[in-house]
């Protein structure tokens, strides 16, 4: 059975740092493509970084890139998400998805999702 446990939301102050974990189980992650998803209050669920399950190309959302840095750990089976340089428009639960097929390009399907974990950057 596919799972996907998020991890490591918080509270942080604007500057500040979080690393997100997500840990599979009922599969090896290796070649399959994650990706990050993020949803704010009232609003839609939007993509935020991806891992390519074919070569582990990276890529992220413009509001992210240069601050996020997503990264697979094969020996853990999981995915982490360092955010650095959190901004109040960073807040919300974030989530990670994958395919059910292996060596995807990108991260053009979710099939599996976890159960999100709630970051919220204030003062």
């Known amino acids: 059975q596919v799972q996907l446990v998020e991890s490591g939301g918080g509270l942080v102050q604007p500057g500040g740092s979080l690393r997100l974990s997500c840990a599979a189980s009922g599969f090896t992650l290796d070649y399959y493509s994650i990706g990050w998803f993020r949803q704010a209050p009232g609003k839609e669920r939007e993509g935020v970084s991806c891992i390519a399950g074919n070569d582990d190309s990276t890529s992220y959302s413009d509001s992210v890139k240069g601050r996020f840095t997503i990264s697979r750990d094969n020996a853990n089976n999981s995915v982490y998400l360092q955010m650095n340089n959190l901004k109040s428009e960073d807040t919300g639960v974030y989530y990670c998805?994958?395919?059910?097929?292996?060596?995807?390009?990108?991260?053009?399907?979710?099939?599996?999702w976890g159960q999100g974990t709630q970051v919220t950057v204030s003062s």
């Open positions: 998805a994958t395919e059910t097929y292996p060596y995807g390009v990108k991260c053009s399907r979710q099939d599996y």
